[in-house]
């Protein structure tokens, strides 16, 4: 996070962004059946 | 060429198999037959039908004479016996039908009924849907043949005992998903739900290891049976590499993936998404206690998301907040120059530089990465006797650097992890309003970059693997 953060002048907006890690190992299957469910631009 | 694998009362079989082509409306499988197309080169196709416990192998035939106008009254049944099946003393049926097209590529172990999604009017015979008196599905007004299917609709279907006695309905219209990387691929079978899709089955292949995408895929098909008794109605594969319309080629390993191809393969429907794209998807559904919190911050209300996820390669994806949806937008970011902050950053810059011709920023920040970094922080033999031509050299590296078993593994480490931070960074830079830079741990993180098309070709040194990519941009 600190190389992250340190990003002068903005350094005090970027400690405002929330940053999460994603545990679920499958996001990317997930992701990809969310948007075969419609969750994508109508095309 | 169509046909049915479901469980089938005997005495409905002839007629179930006949009126098998005039009911390719009901991909809901309510029906004591489900439908199923294939295409075989030898215009004969079999298949295999559970009945009555007994294995029995059902098809089709016609007169071998007539043309691709058939109509159901030219089919004629061809019933032998066939040994075999669980119950080798009871009588088993075939019926054998030509299939209606010569133009095959699908063989027929790999029909399954996600063909049933094809249209009435894809069918080179006419086609007349009636109402099925066997079907509790409540659906009406299926007679319109010439209707397009649905584009996302949701079916049901009854599942059928052994024994022929339906039992409780449910959905059988799953989606297919999928997860392609250099390394592994995850294909997984989903059912529709209301807050995210469910997995019904999720199997891991080596990529590598099939020779395309649509074998992959029928391998998966085949082998597991929830996905052998379900109609596939869409599938959706993210790809590690750059999509261009409806084809992507994998940057890291020699695979070309035609959605089209796919698309005529098998049948159902067919999205290509870039891998990170993909993966955006999933985050505004994912759920607390699938994430991690690094750093709290303070939301923005319709603001986007930044991810950056380094595997075998970095890949890097912007999340939209448009019209209180998300949509992902893909990039190439991991192939951009890699900004050094430091000087020993700089000094790994020009280590590198002579041996890769150029630093991009998955030189550093990925897997591979990691072990080029190892191979800049160590002069003398690594301490803890890392071999970098393991498979899970990166993963030791990590390990040995936690331990601190070796200096030059600490070092390579934290010029990773520092390296990676300030990338997500740089990339949540390029989206505006951000609501959060998610992550996803050390070799899985997430971020996004609104990727320039236009300026990615401007640099004089060329881009190496991605050049074919930046030249479909000028």
């Known amino acids: 996070m600190r190389a992250f953060n340190a990003k002068e002048p903005l350094e005090r907006m970027v400690q405002r962004i929330p940053v999460k890690v994603i545990l679920n190992a499958r996001a990317g299957l997930l992701g990809a059946a969310v948007y075969a469910a419609g969750a994508g631009p109508a095309t | ?151 996302w609709a949701e079916g049901t279907a009854s599942k059928m005992k052994d024994n022929g006695a339906q039992v409780k309905s449910e959905s059988l219209t799953m989606l297919i998903a999928g997860d392609i990387g250099g390394t592994k691929t995850l294909l997984g079978l989903f059912e529709r739900a209301a807050a995210r899709p469910q997995p019904i089955a999720v199997r891991s292949f080596g990529t590598l ?120 937008s893909p990039t190439e970011a991991g192939h951009a120059d890699f900004g050094a902050r430091t000087e020993r950053e700089l000094q790994l810059v020009r280590d590198l530089t002579p041996r890769f011709g150029r630093v991009d920023v998955e030189r550093v920040i990925s897997g591979r990465g990691l072990l080029v970094v190892h191979s800049f922080t160590h002069t003398k033999p690594c301490e803890a006797g890392v071999d970098l031509e393991d498979p899970d050299a990166a993963a030791l590296i990590s390990r040995a650097a936690l331990d601190r078993r070796c200096p030059g593994c600490v070092e390579a480490l934290d010029l990773f992890v520092e390296a990676y931070g300030a990338e997500t960074e740089t990339s949540r830079c390029a989206a505006e309003r951000p609501a959060a830079c998610s992550s996803a741990a050390a070799l899985r993180r997430k971020f996004c970059r609104r990727s320039p098309p236009g300026r990615s070709c401007g640099h004089s040194t060329p881009r190496n693997r991605s050049s074919e990519w930046c030249s479909a941009y000028r």
């Open chain 2, 209 to 328: 290891d099939y020779d395309d995408l649509t074998t992959m895929i029928t391998t998966f098909l085949d082998d597991d049976a929830a996905a052998r008794t379900a109609t596939i109605e869409t599938a959706c594969f993210g790809v590690a590499g750059p999509v261009i319309g409806d084809s992507a080629t994998m940057t890291n390993i020699p695979w070309r993936i035609d959605g089209q191809r796919v698309r005529s393969q098998l049948g159902f429907r067919v999205k290509l998404l870039n891998d990170l794209e993909a993966m955006a998807y999933s985050i505004p559904v994912l759920q607390p206690d699938e994430v991690h919190v690094l750093q709290e911050g303070e939301a923005i209300a319709g603001g986007n998301i930044a991810l950056i996820a380094a595997g075998t390669g970095l890949g890097e994806a912007l999340l939209h907040h448009v019209d209180g949806r998300y949509i992902a």
């Open chain 2, 1 to 151: 060429m169509v046909l049915a694998q479901r469980p089938v009362p005997r005495q409905e079989i002839a007629q179930r198999m006949i009126l098998a082509p005039q009911h390719v409306r009901r991909r809901h499988a309510g029906e004591a037959a489900e439908i199923l197309f294939a295409q075989n080169p030898d215009r004969r196709l079999l298949l295999r039908v559970q009945f009555l416990g007994t294995l029995e192998l059902v098809a089709l035939s016609r007169d071998p004479l007539g043309t691709s106008a058939v109509t159901p009254a030219s089919w004629t049944i061809d019933s032998r016996s066939w040994g075999g099946g669980p119950n080798p003393s009871a009588p088993i049926t075939s019926i054998v039908v030509f299939a209606l097209t010569s133009s095959a590529v699908v063989p027929p172990s790999r029909a399954t009924n996600a063909r049933a999604s094809l249209r009435p009017s894809e069918l080179s015979f006419p086609v007349k849907t009636t109402r099925c008196p066997a079907s509790d599905c409540g659906r009406s007004g299926e007679g319109a043949g010439n209707q397009p299917p649905r584009r």
